[in-house]
């Protein structure tokens, strides 16, 4: 990462590792924190609440992303154990995390998922729509709202994909840009990601469940 931050002119400080732990074994987790490392990402919730609500009750200096899609009859326990939604796409969901950062006296920081190739399975907001989410996250539901994820096709250069996001970001007034994950990273630093999501680079293969 901080080679890849150097050869794009940009500080390694300036981009944060996403330690993506979903999948993976309680004794490389607590290795990983060991190292140091409190920034993580979860695709699921409930995965994430085995993983880390104990954590959360020691230390207060957990950082801790949901990187996968969120159902809103969730968006309350997301809530509660994240410090930053990535995978906002749409307006009932919006809604439901107002209604739920409300209750909960709590307020996530949120990103808006784009599906930057349009992929029939894949969620996020289609680009052409991007802006009139984006100004109804802020304005209609008054969400914290700080950045763009995506996940680009797997068949696909992701390079157009990091440019495009970057190119919403930047009209919308967004700092913040989570992109690149174990294969892609560098091509994400190049294109300007804060946030890069790993896993399998960092904690070996998933074990599924
Ligand atoms: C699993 C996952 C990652 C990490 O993928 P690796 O290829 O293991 O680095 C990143 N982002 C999202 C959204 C994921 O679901």
């Known amino acids: 990462m901080a080679a890849a931050a150097r050869a794009a002119g940009r500080q390694p400080d300036d981009i944060t590792l996403v330690a993506v732990s979903k999948q993976q074994p309680r004794d490389r987790i607590d290795a990983m924190l060991e190292s ?27 950082c801790l992303h949901l990187i996968g899609p969120l159902q809103t009859n969730k968006a309350r326990d ?61 304005g ?28 919403i970001a930047r009209r919308n007034g967004l700092d913040m840009l989570s992109m690149g994950m174990s294969h892609d990273f560098e091509t994400a630093i190049a294109f300007g990601a804060t946030h890069v999501r790993i896993g399998t680079a960092l904690f070996g293969q998933r074990q599924p469940s």
């Open 78 to 138: 997301a809530v509660r154990l994240f410090d930053v939604i990535e995978t906002l796409d749409r307006p009932k969901l919006a809604a439901a995390l107002a209604r739920a950062m409300d209750r909960e006296g709590r307020r996530p920081d949120v990103f808006v998922q784009v599906n930057t190739g349009e992929e029939p399975q894949k969620a996020g907001v289609i680009p052409g729509e991007a802006d009139a989410f984006i100004a109804a996250v802020r």
């Open 36 to 62: 140091g490392q409190r920034v993580f990402g979860e695709n699921r919730v409930q995965e994430a609440q085995t993983h880390w609500q104990a954590h959360r009750a020691q230390r207060d200096d957990l």
């Open 140 to 167: 209609d539901y008054g969400l914290p709202l700080k950045g763009l994820m995506c996940i680009p096709p797997v068949e696909e250069e992701p390079a157009m994909h990091f440019a495009l996001l970057r190119k």
